[in-house]
């Protein structure tokens, strides 16, 4: 059964602090993965995708990185703000279909 | 920049009753999915949707559910008798074509409270 775990379940890091999310998922068949941020009460902004064929994707502050022979990505934010605060999802595809498995997300918290 | 929208944002209504969730996909997207998270849970896929037929369906996705692209611009999502497990935010996500480039757009989802 393809799985998608996060852990932490919840992070708390000072203004400025680099910082580095984690993702895992059991098959690595895994056709791209995404990124996404969640604001309380709201839908889900995409952040970075990697394709399966990719190491990593930088966008900004973000670098997303993906191992298909160890099962996990990480997100890394470099000099965290308090803006950075929300939960963030990380999301498997395993075919063209498009089908999107769920991490159960990291809450962040960015303290000034 | 073009968004995925939904409507309404909050819907409350009577276990047993029949609602429909309304979304406006991005324009030139091809592949359509409904999604659902209870609260405090994992979002969870339901449907997917391409060249005005279901191309996947979870198996949360039952009888009582169904998703219509009824003209070009809407896609609904359907559920004949709520219950009270039926509560939760929807999401309503588009996808310009099958590749792997493609990223998946969220619009804001409907919160349904089932009574």
């Known amino acids: 059964k393809q799985e998608v775990t996060q852990i932490p379940a919840a992070l708390s890091v000072p203004e400025g602090e680099n910082l580095v999310l984690n993702c895992s998922f059991t098959?690595?068949?895994?056709?791209?993965l995404q990124w996404f941020r969640q604001d309380p009460g709201k839908g889900l902004t995409s952040l970075l995708l990697?394709?399966?064929?990719?190491r990593e994707q930088t966008s900004g502050r973000l670098n997303a990185s993906l191992d298909k022979s160890s099962g996990r990505s990480t997100l890394y934010i470099a000099a965290s703000q308090p803006g950075d605060s929300a939960t963030y999802l990380c999301?498997?595809?395993?075919?063209?279909?498009?089908?999107?498995?769920f991490g159960q997300g990291t809450e962040l918290s960015v303290k000034p | 920049e073009p968004e995925v929208t939904q409507t309404p944002s909050h819907q409350v209504t009577q276990m047993g009753q029949e609602v429909i969730l309304r979304c406006v996909p991005i324009?030139?997207?091809?592949?359509f999915y409904w999604y659902r998270q209870i609260l405090g849970q994992k979002v969870e896929f339901l449907v997917s949707f391409y060249n005005n037929e279901i191309s996947e369906k979870s198996e949360i996705f039952d009888d009582q559910f169904s998703v219509e692209r009824p003209d070009g611009s809407n896609f609904t999502l359907k559920i004949r008798s709520t219950k009270l497990e039926d509560s939760a935010m929807y999401f309503c996500?588009?996808?310009?074509?099958?590749?792997?480039?493609?990223?998946?757009?969220f619009g804001p989802g409907t919160r349904l409270t089932v009574l």
């Open positions: 999301a498997g595809v395993y075919n063209q279909g498009g089908k999107l498995i």
């Open positions: 324009s030139n997207h091809l592949y």
């Open positions: 098959d690595s068949a895994i056709y791209n």
């Open positions: 990697i394709q399966s064929s990719q």
């Open positions: 996500a588009s996808r310009p074509r099958g590749l792997p480039t493609d990223t998946q757009y």
